[in-house]
């Protein structure tokens, strides 16, 4: 498995961070980049993977391209825009990028309560407590959306877009729902179980159709993370990975060091080495230290650069006992 970085703020500095860490393979989104379907133009791709390349680096993963609720709704506009997201994956593929990282999250995407809970030595990490959430005074405006309406566009996207993912050479791989239930403030969540992913993979069977597995969502939702990294890194269809923990589970948890956590990371990457995992793993949402000068929301340099170390020692660790 290959360690990679999302870069914020997006800078040469901070990119030639990510090399000194000996990490090669960036995880990023076209800067600028809007949420009205608008296609990323082949030129910007290519002067934006030259700009990471020059560095000696590799853009391997886009998190994401967005997907405008036109689209996940069934609201007028989104064939266009499912034209639009099929265009850009073909202006991904001509440029070389492998994979790409979406999301099934409608209305609102990754959702905390609080941004400030005090974790190890007072740093900062993030919170949901769904009680929160249950005394919000009103539901969105968009009205209750139930799990049928979601599943039925999903599809609909997924036969679609898959195809145009084929011929490209892009693989799509689905991040779970964050938190991983539902409904919130009257709109469902469907990808939030291990059950729902094989639902997903069922709609469309192809080599291009698979998984962001983000370990954080599969501990809120309270399974067995290596035995799931067996289930669907064993099939191939593990195409990008998150590498986080948590205290707790759906409907309260909030997130810890990677070390400092519930789950036996360790034997995470040891299933991740098991089922031949070889695709790009990064660290995600690592708490702010008290010494960072920027608070870029879980991605501060001095959690990653931690959170690097730790990963690196396990996969050394797990290649010393094999």
């Not at 589970?249 to 995470?268: L, N, R, Y």
Request: glycine share 10%; with cysteine; net charge negative.
């Amino acid at each position: 498995m290959k360690i990679g970085l999302v870069i914020r703020p997006f800078s040469d500095d901070n990119l030639k961070t990510a090399l000194q860490m000996d990490v090669r393979d960036v995880v990023t989104t076209l800067p600028g980049g809007r949420r009205d379907g608008r296609v990323w133009d082949y030129l910007e791709i290519l002067r934006h993977k030259k700009r990471i390349e020059d560095l000696g680096l590799r853009w391997s993963v886009v998190e994401s391209v967005p997907i405008s609720d036109a689209v996940k709704l069934g609201l007028d506009g989104r064939d266009e825009e499912i034209n639009d997201y099929c265009q850009t994956i073909r202006n991904l593929g001509a440029a070389g990028i492998p994979t790409m990282c979406y999301n099934w999250m409608a209305v609102f995407g990754w959702m905390r309560t609080s941004l400030t809970t005090r974790t190890r030595g007072d740093a900062l990490a993030s919170t949901y407590d769904h009680r929160d959430m249950e005394a919000a005074p009103e539901i969105t405006e968009y009205g209750e959306i139930s799990e049928d309406r979601l599943w039925e566009n999903l599809e609909y996207f997924l036969k679609r877009v898959i195809p145009v993912a084929e011929e490209a050479g892009v693989k799509q791989g689905l991040h779970p729902d964050d938190p991983p239930m539902g409904p919130i403030r009257g709109v469902a969540r469907i990808i939030k179980s291990p059950e729902a992913f094989d639902r997903v993979l069922d709609l469309v069977p192809s080599d291009h159709s698979g998984l962001t597995f983000c370990q954080g969502n599969f501990k809120a939702m309270d399974v067995d993370i290596a035995e799931n990294i067996h289930h669907f890194g064993g099939k191939g269809k593990i195409f990008f990975a998150h590498f986080r923990d948590l205290h707790g589970k759906v409907p309260t948890f909030s997130e810890s060091f990677h070390d400092d956590g519930e789950t036996d990371m360790a034997a995470c990457v040891r299933a991740y080495s098991e089922v031949g995992f070889d695709g790009v793993i990064r660290p995600d949402h690592t708490p702010t230290f008290a010494i960072d000068e920027e608070d870029t929301g879980g991605y501060n340099f001095l959690g990653r650069l931690f959170a690097v170390g730790y990963m690196r020692g396990l996969i050394h660790g797990t290649a010393l006992d094999s």
